[in-house]
Every structure is written in C-alpha cells, then in structure tokens.
C-alpha cells in the first residue's frame, strides 16, 4: 500500500515549488505549498509551525527577494536557522533543500556564499537531509543574460554549462522528497553541455530579444570568475531528458516567453 506524506514545499508558489507541488499531488501525495503568497513567511517564522504540523517531508526552494551580498547571507542564514529549528520541533523526518552545482567553486559571488552558508546550516543540523544541486535552470537563460548586461552586450565567459528543464529539476526533487534522506548531496543536470554563450544566444533569439550575446574571456558569472568546468556536474550526476532545443520549441516554453528572467 502506497503511503501518502504530507510534504511542505517552501517557496511552493516559485517556478520550481509550483512544479513540485503538482507533481506531488499528481502522484498521490498531500503536498502544502507554503511561502508569503499563502501566509507562511520562513523569515518571521509565521504560519510555519501550523505549516509543519503533521509534515514527513520539507523541501526548501525559496528564493531570496533580494540577490545584494548581505540581503541574501541574511535570507539564507535566517530562513534555514529557523525552518530547521521549526522542523525539529514538528519532528520532520527529512529536509530537502535546492542548491546549486559548483558552489564551492563559485565562492566570489555573494550569492553562492549564501547557498554554502544553507548548505553547511542543512549538514550541521540533527534533521537526516537530501541536498539537491541542479545546474542552471533552462528558464533562467533571460536571467543570465539581464544579468550579463553591459552596455546593451551580452558578456559571458566561455565556460561549459549543462543546463536543465525546471520540469525535470522537480521531478527528481520528487523522488528525493519521497525517498530515503541521503544525508549528503545529489547533483542533477542536463542532457548537453554548451559553452555558456550558446544557449543565452538561443535564448534572446527566440524571444526576439536584439541583444549581441559575446563569449568574453575576462567575463564574470554572478561576480565569480570561471574555468571550463565549474558549472559542470561530476561524473555522478543524474541527468534531466529533456533537451534545450525542445524545450524551446514547446508552447508552453514560448507562451511564458521563453523563462521569466528571475533570478
Ligand atoms: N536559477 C537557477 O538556474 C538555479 C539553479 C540551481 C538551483 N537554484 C535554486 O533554486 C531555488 C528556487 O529557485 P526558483 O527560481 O524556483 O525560485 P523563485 O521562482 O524565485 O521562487 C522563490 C520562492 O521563494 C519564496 N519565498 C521568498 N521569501 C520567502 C520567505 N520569507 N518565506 C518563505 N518563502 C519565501 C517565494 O514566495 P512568494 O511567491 O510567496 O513570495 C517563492 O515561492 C533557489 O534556492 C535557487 O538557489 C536555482
């Protein structure tokens, strides 16, 4: 007989929580979407212990509002203290978290110090965890390239990437969620490896964005500084089905403008 978990996704209302959620419900399970939206906030701690109670599972995928150095330390740092605080109060049995592949290798960036910071919160805490590190997100090629911005050129450095569908990245934090924790990391990825340019060229091209997309050597990723393989994921990884030219060419991906360009 199939048990059915009740499993918190927090940040359920973003790209990869709404996924998730439906996914979850889609295969028999009793998921509780939880963020701001639904007056569940892991900064105040409100709405989180009604959220918690009766939970076998929390995944977190929030985001933080803001991507300045300290803002987001102060995201990641309060929310995971206090989600996992809650958590063990409510007696969870298994926190997954979202994280990012390379993140060690990305430390220059404000943003990748606050996902270690997470990370080492999730390892140093007495609930067993699955930490789930995906690579870039195929929805986030807009992201990158707003980001990447300097005087209406696209500047990326020419290092390999091993994007992936937001769809598949919550189908495999599905069958985390609703597996045995890991008490370690899994890394998940993409089909293909691209140079880092090629996909944000193809990207603002099918949006018909103008943009000139330039491989640039002394670019910046998010403010860190990359080699060949620092987004790529090891030899382990498991890897998404889905490839990037199809996902461009699926309605949904066209009618939502080729990825909404948030972080
Ligand atoms: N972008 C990438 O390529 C990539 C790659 C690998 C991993 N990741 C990781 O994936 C995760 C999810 O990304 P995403 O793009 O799905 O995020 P997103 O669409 O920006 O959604 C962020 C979510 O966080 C929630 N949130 C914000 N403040 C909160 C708070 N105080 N308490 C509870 N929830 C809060 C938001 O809720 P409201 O809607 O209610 O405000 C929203 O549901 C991130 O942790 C990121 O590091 C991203």
């Known amino acids: 007989m199939k048990i059915v978990m009740k499993i918190v996704v927090i940040g359920g209302s ?3 929580g709404s996924k998730l959620v ?27 212990a009604e ?35 809650y958590e ?4 969870v049995g298994h926190h997954v978290a979202l994280s990012v592949v390379g993140t060690e290798r990305l430390l220059e960036s404000g943003y990748f110090r606050a996902k270690i910071a997470q990370e080492n919160l999730i390892k140093g805490s007495s609930i067993p965890y699955s930490i789930v590190r995906a690579t870039q997100f195929f929805e986030f090629v807009k992201g ?8 209406n050129k696209v500047r990326l450095p020419h290092a390999l990437i091993q994007p992936m569908a937001a769809d598949d990245v919550a189908s ?14 899994v890394e998940i ?19 018909n ?27 382990g990884a498991q890897v998404g089905e889905t490839r990037f030219e199809d996902w461009l060419s699926q309605p949904a991906t066209i009618a939502a403008g080729v990825g909404s360009g948030k972080p």
Request: proline share 7%; net charge negative.
């Open 22 to 48: 439906t996914k979850l419900r889609e295969h028999g399970h009793d998921p509780v979407a939880a963020s701001p939206n639904s007056s569940v906030n892991t900064i105040t701690g409100e709405g989180l």
């Open 209 to 235: 964005d103008p943009r000139e997309v330039v491989a640039d050597p002394q670019a910046r990723y998010y403010g860190a500084a990359l080699s060949e393989n620092t987004l790529v994921p090891g030899d």
């Open 88 to 91: 063990a109060a409510a007696g």
């Open 51 to 85: 959220a918690l109670n009766g939970a076998s599972v929390v995944v977190d995928v929030s985001n933080s509002p803001s991507w300045e150095d300290a803002a987001v330390l102060n995201f990641f740092e309060t929310s995971s203290r206090n989600l996992l605080a």
């Open 14 to 16: 973003g790209l990869i």
């Open 172 to 185: 495999a934090l599905g069958r985390i969620a609703t597996g045995a924790p890991v008490n370690g990391t």
């Open 144 to 151: 990158i390239a707003d980001f990447s911005t300097v005087d």
């Open 189 to 207: 990825g993409g089909p293909e490896k691209f140079r880092l340019d090629e996909p944000v060229r193809r990207g603002l091209a099918t949006r």
